[in-house]
């Protein structure tokens, strides 16, 4: 089976930065695009940048300029650093990554992560 861990959630004021990783473990043949995605209370889940295995990436328009996204291969990691931290970032962020298994590596999955949740607050 396949996991993905997010970390490096929390509570930070508005200016500052955090990174967050995301892990992917398990019965990995090879992982294609990932991505961190978010979503805010009472809103619906969210785009905030993409990463394919070349290092190609995308982003949404409100994060450019501030956020980058970073992956290390070799460690099946994806990364976000997240500068100039705004109340409106608020929100539970999730990993997301389309991995193909030893299993099934002619197909590829998307999975998710459980989230963690970033607070921009003074």
């Known amino acids: 089976q396949v996991q993905l861990v997010e970390s490096g959630g929390g509570l930070v004021q508005p200016g500052g930065s955090l990174r967050l990783s995301c892990a992917a473990s398990?019965?990995?043949?090879?992982?294609?695009?990932m991505g961190w995605y978010r979503q805010a209370p009472g809103k619906e889940r969210e785009l905030v940048a993409t990463?394919?295995?070349?290092?190609?990436?995308n982003y949404a328009d409100s994060e450019k300029g501030r956020f980058t996204i970073s992956r290390d291969n070799a460690k099946n990691t994806v990364y976000l650093q997240m500068n100039s931290l705004k109340p409106e970032d608020t929100a539970t962020y999730y990993c997301?990554?389309?991995?193909?298994?030893?299993?099934?590596?002619?197909?590829?999955?998307?999975?998710w992560g459980k989230g963690t949740l970033v607070t921009v607050s003074s």
């Open positions: 997301k990554a389309d991995i193909r298994t030893m299993n099934l590596p002619v197909v590829s999955i998307a999975y």
């Open positions: 398990g019965s990995i043949f090879s992982i294609d695009a």
């Open positions: 990463i394919t295995s070349g290092g190609s990436t």
